[in-house]
């Protein structure tokens, strides 16, 4: 990968988050694209493929648990990490700053109940 | 009068300048009035094409993009593009008098971005490269507000709104009229022709320089890395190379930065060998300015219908001003959608976030007074240097100077966390520690 961007880089395959684990920061995709799995079954289920400026990782700012799927860079990605700790000063002072973080866990929550709702 | 004047649908915001905080403050208020369903109206008056190089298009700044602010607009969306960044920075090179020690990036990550402000030096080629003000300028246009070229020359308040006239013969009346004008005195008494209690910031003078190098000789002798001077030198609180694609910019901040100043930095031997032996810096140089810099906020920055943003509010002293410019220019697009646009609306939610910058800045004097004993005295500046050093091969938590260094060099956190981090007993004792220990290994070597 020639670009400046910024970030760390990921190599293609290399896994970003790793389902179980435990993690508290969130991951804001700035080149490439990497693809959420499902690792607790048998066989692994891609969940979705998130592009330059989505993020994920964003349960583990909210809550004490392991990461529930796992992320994978498809092809070379640059990703940039938000600290915790950063985020939360941040939005403290400007709440502003979580408006697009709601706004895609919102969306997030419409797609997963369309994909329930064609199952039944 | 404590009555709120509330913007409504239809309402027309004129923002004069396109720098980070006018740019910022069109794309957050476009922003927060969707979100809202506010229908209103954004006019960004530039003066400047940002396309063309040198002068005409710079804003003149070190162009280094904190990595405080760079996580925040990540968290935005905003993703800055690789063809405005000119390189990604590693690690800042402290160099003193006694020697020089690599400070890594806390995390195996590159957060901070080094750009230009317009197209770039005067001269340049790279037209693949693109200008950062530019950018944000048309991320503002995306989000609906309309860019308008010229030069904003007279201001007029009526009773519902404020007169703007332009060069060109551009006259229109805005609901509010958001003064993003950098450090531009002349505007200032447009503004204060509006508001006549307005007193516009302190400034002092500073320096900036590039050195055309090209990438080869970048790669070479710079590295990604920022090269960040603490030098027993007047005037100069701080000095630093950025490396830039094929340029390095030269940062000189201090007090009333002139030319002898300048001179003997560049001569100065710490500063000498970071560059090839044999070349003469004169030949290399396509660009040079002595720009002011905000060094104390202004007073009364707003009234009915008008604010100042950015730099023409307050600042974050020496650092970051880019950071500080997308604070203050986000808290007044706040202000402006959700709570209203009169004396009183901005007094309450917008002048507490100027007012934290000021108080920050206070410890942050205190700070680079801290800096300038340091810079002074040879038997510190030994002993601070061994503790980096030391501090480097360390777990990454334990690296309590460094990251005291880091946030100080970058600009990232306010001065009041350093501040307290630098209380921390185990640093001090490690400085002590670290200047006896060089004293002792000095007077035996002798
Ligand atoms: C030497 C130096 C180094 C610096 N280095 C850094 C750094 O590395 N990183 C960092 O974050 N900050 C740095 N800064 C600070 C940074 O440059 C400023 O804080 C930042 O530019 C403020 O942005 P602004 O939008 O408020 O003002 P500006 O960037 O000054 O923009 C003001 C705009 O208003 C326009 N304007 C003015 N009057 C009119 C008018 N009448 N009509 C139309 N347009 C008008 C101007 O053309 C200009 O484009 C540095 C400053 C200096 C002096």
Redesign the pocket.
């Known amino acids: 990968m020639k670009s400046n961007k910024l970030g760390r880089l990921y190599q293609n395959g290399e896994e970003v988050i790793k389902q179980g684990e435990m993690g508290d920061c969130l991951y804001v995709i700035q080149e490439g694209v990497v693809e959420v799995i499902d690792e607790s079954g048998e066989k692994e289920i891609k969940l979705a493929e998130l592009g330059e400026s989505e993020f994920f990782g964003e349960m583990g700012l909210f809550e004490k648990d392991v990461r529930s799927c796992t992320v994978r860079a498809k092809g070379d990605a640059k990703i940039m990490t938000i600290d915790k700790r950063n985020f939360y000063k941040t939005i403290q002072k400007d709440p502003s700053l979580a408006y697009r973080l709601l706004e895609k866990m919102s969306n997030r929550l419409r797609e997963t109940n369309k994909k329930l709702r064609n199952k039944e | 009068m404590n009555k709120s004047i509330e913007l409504k649908d239809g309402s027309q915001i004129a923002v ?7 740019s910022f403050f069109a794309y957050f208020a476009l922003d927060f009035a969707e979100r809202y369903g506010m229908d209103i109206g954004v006019d960004i ?4 094409d940002f396309n063309c190089a040198g002068p005409t298009g710079c ?8 990595e405080s ?1 760079i996580q925040s607009l990540s968290t935005e969306g905003i993703i800055l593009p690789s063809n405005v960044i000119r390189r990604g920075i590693e690690s800042y090179t402290m160099h003193l008098e006694q020697g020089s020690t690599v400070i890594e990036t806390p995390l195996n990550e590159q957060r901070i971005a080094s750009m230009f ?1 317009g197209l770039g030096p005067r001269g340049i080629k790279d037209n693949e490269q693109l200008s950062f ?1 530019n950018y944000l300028m048309e991320l503002s246009h995306q989000k609906g507000a309309t860019l308008i070229s ?4 007279e201001t007029k308040k009526t009773p519902d709104g404020i007169v703007l006239k ?1 060069k060109d013969g551009f006259e229109k009346k805005y609901d509010l009229v958001v003064g ?5 005195a ?2 200032f008494k ?1 503004f204060q022709q509006i508001n006549p209690s307005f007193v516009p910031p302190k400034t002092t003078k ?3 320089c590039e050195f055309h190098l090209g990438k080869d000789m970048i790669n070479e002798y710079f590295g990604n890395s920022m090269h960040v001077f603490l030098l027993n030198l007047p005037n100069i609180k701080f000095g630093a190379l ?1 490396p830039k694609g094929n340029y390095v910019t030269m ?1 000189l ?1 201090g007090s009333d930065i002139n030319k002898e100043i300048v001179a003997a930095f560049l001569e100065s031997e710490p500063v000498r060998s970071c560059f090839p032996e044999d070349i003469d810096l004169n030949d290399y140089m396509p660009c040079q300015c002595y ?4 060094i104390l906020g202004a007073k009364s920055a707003f009234d009915d219908r008008m604010i100042l ?4 509010a307050s ?1 974050k002293l020496y ?7 997308y604070i203050t220019a986000k808290a007044a697009a706040r202000t402006a959608i959700f709570e209203g646009v009169s004396k009183h609306d901005f007094k309450k939610h917008y002048q507490p976030v100027c007012n934290e910058l000021d108080r920050d800045n206070i410890i942050g004097k205190f700070i680079f007074l801290v800096t300038t004993v340091i810079q002074k005295s040879p038997i510190l500046k030994k002993g601070l240097l061994r503790m980096v050093v030391k501090e480097q091969k360390k777990e990454k938590n334990k690296r309590y100077m460094s990251s005291v260094l880091w946030d100080t060099f970058t ?1 990232s956190a306010p001065y009041t966390d350093i501040f307290k981090r630098t209380l921390n007993p185990i640093l001090i004792k490690n400085l002590i520690g670290n200047t006896f220990s060089g004293l002792i290994i000095g007077t035996k070597s002798k």
């Open positions: 004069i300048g396109g720098g980070p905080a006018g008056i530039e003066g400047k804003n003149h700044c070190g162009g280094i993009v904190s602010l402000r003000d010229g030069r904003v020359t332009t993003a004008v950098g450090l531009n002349r505007t447009l500073t320096h900036i950025i940062v901040l720009p002011s810099i905000n943003i950015g730099d023409s600042s650092k970051n001003g880019i950071g500080a410019a600009g």
